[in-house]
T-cell receptor, first 114, second 111 residues
Framework: DARVTQTPRHKVTEMGQEVTMRCQPI?????VFWYRQTMMQGLELLAYFRNRAPLDDSGMPKDRFSAEMPDATLATLKIQPSEPRDSAVYFC????????????FGPGTRLTVL | QKEVEQNSGPLSVPEGAIASLNCTYS??????FFWYRQYSGKSPELIMS????GDKEDGRFTAQLNKASQYVSLLIRDSQPSDSATYLC???????????FGSGTKLNVKP
């Protein structure tokens, strides 16, 4: 499929709960990105993978966030425990490097932590 | 100083006019630059990519890059109300190291 898909599209949870967001990159793309967007901070890069290997996760709070790619068609972003300040829209994007360094975004997961 | 800076706007232009959006970046080593359009409540959509000094045209859109002055611009000709959105500028190294998005410029095209 020529689109990035993300699930769930919306998630409301309570502080302290675990949240898992999933992303299916465009078939054949080898680079996957996780971003977080808030009104205050804008779009921030959390982590990215190439050929399923993590290349940079310096933008991610290490104590509560983790990102993995169990296989080439699935990327996950987990928050445990979640906090109200994690409320944001989380986007996944994918691309095919080095042919191109353009990124294509999924529809996002809107997370609200109460 | 942010790595990629944009005026937050809003920029208001009448329908049919040229909209000019600007972006500056701080890292002289940046190699790749992109413009994304984001409608309210939607995800960013890639409009243009530019890698070399000069202009790059695609339909009503023209991206301009000036590495000496460290700025990137996007011109939208014959602006339409459907162009009303937030435009995000992004740039960094080709391999995505030191890759940043600007905070976006909100464009309003008035009928």
């Amino acid at each position: 499929d020529a689109r990035v898909t993300q699930t769930p599209r919306h998630k409301v949870t309570e502080m302290g709960q675990e949240v898992t967001m999933r992303c299916q990159p465009i078939l054949g793309h080898n680079t996957v990105f996780w971003y977080r967007q808030t009104m205050m901070q804008g779009l921030e890069l959390l982590a990215y993978f190439r050929n399923r290997a993590p290349l940079d996760d310096s933008g991610m709070p290490k104590d509560r966030f983790s990102a993995e790619m169990p296989d080439a068609t699935l990327a996950t972003l987990k928050i445990q425990p979640s906090e109200p300040r994690d409320s944001a829209v989380y986007f996944c994007a994918s691309g095919l490097f080095p042919d191109s360094n353009e990124q294509f975004f999924g529809p996002g997961t809107r997370l609200t932590v109460l | 100083q942010k790595e990629v800076e944009q005026n937050s706007g809003p920029l208001s232009v009448p329908e049919g006019a040229i909209a000019s959006l600007n972006c500056t970046y701080s890292d002289r080593g940046s190699q790749s630059f992109f413009w994304y359009r984001q409608y309210s409540g939607k995800s960013p959509e890639l409009i243009m990519s530019i890698y070399s000094n000069g202009d790059k045209e695609d339909g009503r859109f023209t991206a301009q890059l000036n590495k000496a002055s460290q700025y990137v611009s996007l011109l939208i000709r014959d602006s339409q109300p459907s162009d009303s959105a937030t435009y995000l500028c992004a740039g960094g190294l080709y391999n995505f190291n030191k890759f940043y998005f600007g905070s976006g410029t909100k464009l309003n095209v008035k009928p």
